[in-house]
């Protein structure tokens, strides 16, 4: 079976400090892994996405994260938080497996950005 | 390029009240779904159909039905609408069933009262 899981619901971080928001991930059949953004009141935007290429995989506004296959993660960082990056962050994993088509939803990470 | 389009944005329903939730996508995607999201559980699937014809049950179907009215469009219907049923609804649309990512439309905002 297919799982998700965000290990923080939150994260606070000052700006300009590193961001990191982890995931860890289950799936029976090779992965495909993503990391969305959800400003308020607003839809999921695509930050980045990992499908069996590079295992580092850059995203939009400078976020990357690493796929690693033998601690099934694919944690999410930053180098320099920014206000702008204050939102709620889902990871998902889809798979080539029996239940073809279904992504699967971490519950979330909501990250607070101080001044 | 408009990618994925849902109507409404905002709905306020009286219990027992019925609706249909309406999503279009203009990419030739194959995959279209519906979610719900709701305070700290994310977003959880209602249900999703892989390609034009078939559609399938996602963790909570229960109060829902669907159509897949053709390639472009996917709807949501509740029949009998609960209050437990107050919830973000967002539609989303895949182009393939393993490696590609999904688009999601802006969410329906409804609260049944």
């Known amino acids: 079976a297919q799982s998700v899981t965000q290990l923080d619901s939150h994260v606070s971080v000052s700006e300009g400090t590193p961001v990191l928001l982890r995931c860890n991930y289950s799936s029976s059949y090779s992965p495909s892994l993503f990391w969305y953004v959800q400003h308020p009141n607003k839809g999921l935007q695509l930050l980045l996405k990992y499908t069996s290429a590079a295992t580092l995989v850059k995203g939009i506004n400078g976020f990357e994260a690493e796929f690693k296959k033998s601690e099934t993660s694919f944690h999410l960082t930053k180098p320099s938080a920014h206000m702008s990056d204050a939102a709620e962050y889902f990871c998902?994993?889809?798979?080539?497996?029996?239940?073809?088509?279904?992504?699967?939803f971490g519950r979330g990470t909501q990250l607070t950005v101080w001044p | 390029n408009a990618g994925v389009t849902q109507t409404p944005k905002f709905q306020v329903l009286k219990t027992g009240q019925s609706m249909t939730l309406q999503c279009a996508q203009d990419m030739n995607h194959n995959s279209m779904y519906w979610y719900r999201q709701d305070p700290g559980m994310g977003l959880r699937l209602i249900y999703y159909?892989?390609?034009?014809?078939?559609?399938d049950k996602g963790e909570v179907p229960n109060g829902y039905n669907v159509s897949r009215l053709n390639k472009r469009e996917f709807s949501l219907r509740l029949e009998s609408a609960a209050p437990s049923q107050t919830s973000v609804y967002f539609c989303a649309s895949r182009l393939t069933l393993s490696k590609t990512e999904a688009f999601f439309g802006q969410g329906t905002r409804l609260t049944v009262v």
């Open positions: 159909s892989a390609s034009e014809g078939t559609t």
């Open positions: 998902v994993v889809s798979d080539s497996g029996s239940t073809l088509g279904r992504l699967y």
